[in-house]
Nanobody, 121 residues
Framework: QVHLVESGGGLVQAGGSLRLSCVASGSVFDIRTMGWYRHTPGRQRALVADITTTGRTNYADSVKGRFTISRENSKDTVYLDMNDLKPDDTAVYYC???????????????WGQGTLVTVSS
């Protein structure tokens, strides 16, 4: 079993910064794309940013220029540096990873438990 454990959420004022971290632990064989999604009440969970093993990144338009995703493959860890935060960024942020399941012999999409980010105006 592979588990994703997030940390770094919290309360911050508009214009402030936070860093989210997500570590994959357990029987990790191979992880492909890792990313961050967010969910707010009344909306579907949406991609914030993701990153491949080679470092290719993809961002939602709403966070381009403010958020930066990075990863340390040797540590099975992905980060999300969030700058110039806005009240609209308030959401539960979820880590996602495509992890190889050696038992099922296929890649599976895994989710963390979520971490709340609250941006006050």
């Amino acid at each position: 079993q592979v588990h994703l454990v997030e940390s770094g959420g919290g309360l911050v004022q508009a214009g402030g910064s936070l860093r989210l971290s997500c570590v994959a632990s357990g029987s990790v064989f191979d992880i492909r794309t890792m990313g961050w999604y967010r969910h707010t009440p009344g909306r579907q969970r949406a991609l914030v940013a993701d990153i491949t093993t080679t470092g290719r990144t993809n961002y939602a338009d709403s966070v381009k220029g403010r958020f930066t995703i990075s990863r340390e493959n040797s540590k099975d860890t992905v980060y999300l540096d969030m700058n110039d935060l806005k009240p609209d960024d308030t959401a539960v942020y979820y880590c996602n990873a495509e992890s190889y399941d050696d038992y099922q012999k296929r890649y599976r999409s895994l989710w963390g438990q979520g971490t709340l980010v609250t941006v006050s105006s």
